[in-house]
Nanobody, 123 residues
Framework: QVQLVESGGGLVQAGGSLRLSCAAS??????MGWFRQAPGKEREFVAT????????TYADSVKGRFTISRDNAKNTVNLQMNSLKPEDTAVYFC??????????????????WGQGTRVTVSS
């Protein structure tokens, strides 16, 4: 059973930065994604990276501001978030799909989810 634990959320002013981490138990070289869900909204895709780190995809809303990376030796995936905006406020979830080479953008493609970490960006 895979367990995912997110960390790094918090309160930050607009224009600031946060770094989210997701620690995965078990085998790590699988597709990992970050999603977010704001109050009253559906869960939306943020970024994904394939199991070997060779392919990543971003939502248009975060492209150029967020960077996803992974360290398979440490079983972690990170999301560096820069130039944060109030509209980035949400609970951020990491997710895993046991697929090494693909990178997926839809939540239904993922088999395992973390509990989420809250990010609040004040204006």
């Amino acid at each position: 059973q895979v367990q995912l634990v997110e960390s790094g959320g918090g309160l930050v002013q607009a224009g600031g930065s946060l770094r989210l981490s997701c620690a995965a138990s078990g085998r790590s070289s699988y597709c990992m994604g970050w999603f977010r869900q704001a109050p009253g909204k559906e869960r939306e895709f943020v970024a994904t990276i394939n199991g070997i780190g060779g392919s990543s995809t971003y939502a248009d809303s975060v492209k150029g501001r967020f960077t996803i990376s992974r360290d398979n030796a440490k079983n972690t995936v990170n999301l560096q978030m820069n130039s944060l905006k109030p509209e980035d406020t949400a609970v951020y979830f990491c997710a895993l799909r046991p697929d090494t080479f693909g990178a997926y953008t839809r939540p239904e493609h993922y088999n395992y989810w973390g509990q989420g970490t809250r990010v609040t960006v004040s204006s």
